[in-house]
């Protein structure tokens, strides 16, 4: 959540005013660089706005504008610098405009990392069960939040989907 705070006014004299609106809209487009020029390529961010809300009024400039939206990484690292490089640019983009912005983070849920030995160990038992043919490893990681990510910092563990598909591409346990 970003709050930023300018100077209400009529719309008429904007430039007795400081157009959060305005603001916010830089700090959107900013926003969208943190993750293509400031994360390791080779590393997965996702910076999203899903949210703006400002004034009530089509001739009245608001004094605040609020801006909500996510911030998802599969790893405690990346997630440390995504927030700190959300907060610069929207507090920097806040005080260059003559503003302020107040950037309130929660973390969600936690990143979920299997643990190895209990990957191997529940990928002998699926493919135990379903067969090796139907054992199917997921290519990709998800930026979906789950709370499972909760439990794996407290005890080694291992998230997998049991899921069905068409006939003509059966697949019993996914890992």
């Known amino acids: 959540k970003i709050v930023g705070r300018g100077k209400g006014g009529h719309g008429a004299i904007p430039h007795l005013a400081v157009d959060p609106i305005v603001i ?23 910076v999203t706005i899903g949210s703006i809300h400002a004034g009530n009024a089509r001739n009245v400039i608001p004094q605040t504008l609020e801006l909500l939206g996510t911030i998802r990484t599969l790893t405690d690292e990346v997630r440390s610098q995504v927030h700190a490089a959300v907060r610069r640019t929207a507090e920097g983009i806040a005080a260059a405009g003559g503003a302020m912005a107040e950037v309130l983070i929660d973390d969600g849920y936690p990143v979920v990392i299997n643990d190895p030995g209990a990957a191997r160990f529940v990928e002998g ?51």
Request: charged share 25%; net charge negative.
């Open 125 to 175: 038992i699926a493919q135990d069960l379903v067969g090796k043919e139907r054992t199917v490893e997921i290519a990709h990681s998800s930026m979906g939040g789950e709370d499972f990510g909760y439990f794996l910092r407290k005890v080694p563990g291992m998230m997998f989907r049991v899921g069905t598909a068409t006939r003509s591409n059966i697949t019993s346990a996914v890992l």
């Open 24 to 46: 916010g809209a830089r700090i959107v487009e900013a926003l969208q660089s943190v993750v293509s020029r400031e994360v390791d390529p080779l590393e997965s961010a996702v």
